[in-house]
């Protein structure tokens, strides 16, 4: 068993896509667990040394590798702490509402009817309302804070879970296994478990590796208008809304964030392609399933 | 074929009534589940005893749920989104005067994306599979995998501090100009003010292009593609071994087939440019509805967000309608 599934990672990393994101995803990771354990500074340690340009010295051991922002805090540190956070939403966003949009799929898709009608038109609904400005109004009532931002996202998401399981279910729901499966008098649970949920699986969490470059865009957004993190969270969106009042005197504060972010979506949406390549029988064909 | 236009017209007119409908109710039962009492959060730091009493009549807060939500409705019809006492005015004065300033910024944006996009990506169909196709094709996923964030701070840095133009806001306040239609690129030269004309050109070029990159870059792609799916086409063939020019054929077959796919996913498009022109304004100190749901939240002004979500979710489904009907207009295929 272990030596499939081994093999079945060696092909994944075998494409070129999934092998660049994981290699930029993995040296960040490790980055920014050095930084976190040995960096002199911390993420929220204020200082005199205001607006240094990056790299300069000051009295300490450690350059300001990327400077210093409008407090003095340390740059580099503070960025690499908010990949952690900012990562770590992601994962919070999709984990929240895929499950629930899992479940709703499932539930909607397995019984149909008028269960299935009303939760997607509800569905329907949330989607056909703006993202972003729904997750702004929610996450107005709930109050700024980086909880409430990442529940606000999660909601807004949920019907891209729900939507695409339900579709995959009514597919799968008619073929010959799940028929016989009912036959044999299995429950309606076991049949959804045991049978359904594995055949949805793998495009469930290439389409949830997708969201997660969203998810990180829309808290990043939310905290750059003041409904997420608040100082002195380390957080990409809320450093570059600092940073953009200073722009004329300090650039790095506002870019290295953005930069950082841009590598980490940037790394998530190959790997996201590179799987969606990998389960495309017909692209698989013409590439080998090596691209 | 099954449906006439008039029923498909009917049909996703009545879609998109509904989906209205289910924004407006989603915004009602936002505001009711407030924590504390809706009032407070509508007064905001202006919650006197005096105006609680108030604003619990005016939106009867005291009555049942359904009955709210049918005051609330007709509120609406009347085209009133309550008021801001925070800001000091109605919400939907203050909407208004910030919409002119927004559409002026996303049509300047979409004119640029639309350009950019169809005239590059031609040329890398015509030259597909060689070293500029790559590089172009290249250019577009870096585009468009642009955070708009990262995008608009670094535009902020090379316009206003690298070139040393001015950036942020519409226009000069020394230029004082009459308004016309609102846009103030069309109203400093009717007023014949070419000095402000150029100083407005200077400003909306940024932020227009922070909108403008992403976009360009999807469209880039498309028309790439659609052009070379068109030029692989037998008719095109034919009128090649005619020995019809290369420029009657590329602009008479290939590009007007290609773009009825880029136009629609354009039109699409131009719905999610109005949400990431909120970071946008923000950057860029731009007056219009975006800058306005930011100086909301930092105010916690509830009223004026709920306002402001509610009007550009309809303009968000009117404009999906449009491009839906518009697209089935242009290719009959759709329509059975």
Redesign the interface.
């Known amino acids: 068993m272990s030596s499939v599934k081994s093999r079945f990672f060696r092909e994944l990393l075998g494409i070129k896509r999934i092998r660049y994101g994981v290699i930029i995803l993995i040296s960040l990771a490790i980055l920014s667990f050095f930084v976190i354990v040995f960096s002199p500074f911390e993420h929220d340690q204020i200082s005199y040394n205001v607006h240094l340009p990056p790299l300069s010295r000051s009295n300490t051991t450690w350059p300001y590798i990327l400077g210093t922002d409008n407090l003095g805090r340390d740059v580099f540190t503070r960025t690499f702490y908010a990949f952690i956070l900012d990562v770590s939403c992601g994962l919070a966003i999709i984990t929240l509402s895929g499950l629930i949009g899992l479940v709703i799929g499932l539930v909607s898709g397995y019984l149909g009817g008028l269960v299935d009608s009303v939760l997607m038109r509800i569905m329907?609904?949330?989607i056909?309302?703006?993202?972003?400005?729904?997750a702004?109004?929610?996450a107005?009532?709930l109050?700024?804070s980086i909880i409430n931002a990442v529940i606000a996202v999660a909601v807004v998401t949920i019907p891209v879970y729900a939507r695409l399981v339900r579709g995959m279910v009514l597919s799968v729901k008619e073929s010959l296994f799940v028929l016989a499966a009912r036959e044999a008098g299995l429950s309606g649970l076991r049949i959804i478990t045991k049978h359904i949920l594995p055949h949805i699986t793998p495009i469930f969490i290439t389409q949830a590796t997708m969201e997660l470059s969203n998810a990180i865009?829309y808290i990043?957004?939310l905290s750059?208008?003041?409904?997420g993190a608040q100082e002195p969270t380390p957080e990409?969106?809320l450093m570059?809304?600092t940073?953009?009042r200073y722009?004329?005197e300090a650039?790095w504060p506002?870019?290295f964030p953005?930069?950082l972010?841009?590598l980490t979506?940037?790394s998530f949406?190959l790997i996201g392609d590179g799987l969606r390549d990998y389960l495309d029988p017909k692209k698989r064909l013409s590439t080998g399933g090596v691209g | 074929m099954a449906k006439s236009i008039v029923q498909y017209v009917f049909y996703r007119t009545l879609q998109s009534l509904?989906?209205i409908l289910?924004?407006i109710?989603?915004?009602f039962i936002?505001?009711r589940?407030?924590?504390g009492n809706p009032a407070v959060a509508i007064l905001g730091p202006k919650a006197t005893p005096e105006n609680i009493e108030r604003v619990t009549r005016e939106w009867g807060l005291d009555k049942s749920y359904p009955e709210q939500f049918i005051l609330y409705i007709s509120r609406l019809l009347r085209g009133d989104l309550g008021d801001s006492y925070i800001m000091g005015y109605g919400v939907s004065k203050l909407i208004a005067e910030r919409i002119p300033a927004s559409f002026e910024l996303i049509i300047f944006a979409f004119i640029i994306s639309l350009a950019l996009g169809i005239t590059l990506g031609a040329l890398a169909a015509r030259r597909h599979d060689t070293k500029l196709d790559l590089t172009l094709t290249s250019l577009s996923v870096l585009g468009f995998?642009?955070?708009?964030?990262?995008l608009g701070?670094?535009l902020?840095?090379f316009f206003?501090?690298n070139l040393g133009l001015p950036v942020g806001g519409r226009l000069d306040p020394r230029y004082s100009v009459k308004t016309y239609t609102g846009f103030i690129l069309i109203d400093t030269l009717l007023s014949g003010n070419i000095n402000a004309f150029i100083d407005a050109l200077i400003r909306i070029i940024p932020p227009a292009l922070t909108l403008a990159i992403p976009l360009g870059g999807l469209l880039l792609r498309l028309s790439r593609n659609s052009i070379l799916e068109v030029m692989m086409q037998d008719f095109v063939k034919t009128a090649k071994m005619k020995k019809l020019p290369e420029k009657v054929v590329m602009y008479k077959h290939v590009i007007r087939n290609a773009l009825i796919p880029i136009i629609t996913i354009a039109g699409l498009y131009f719905?999610?440019l109005?949400?990431g022109d909120?970071?946008v304004e923000?950057?860029f100190a731009w007056p219009g509805l975006g800058r306005l749901?930011?100086e909301a939240?930092?105010l916690r002004d509830?009223m004026v967000?709920?306002g402001?979500?509610l009007v550009?979710?309809i303009i968000?489904?009117t404009v999906?309608a449009i491009v839906d009907i518009l697209y089935m207009y242009i290719d009959p295929r759709i329509r059975e």
């Open positions: 329907d609904i949330v056909s309302i703006p993202g972003f400005m729904l702004i109004a929610i107005a009532v109050g700024s865009i990043a957004a750059f208008i003041g409904l990409w969106g570059i809304s940073a953009r722009i004329r650039w506002a870019v953005g930069l972010m841009f979506i940037l949406n | 509904l989906s289910g924004a109710i989603i915004v936002l505001s589940v407030l924590p995998s642009f955070p708009t964030l990262l701070v670094l902020l840095i206003g501090v719905a999610v109005v949400t909120i970071i923000t950057i749901v930011w939240v930092m509830y967000i709920q402001s979500v550009v979710s968000y489904i999906n």
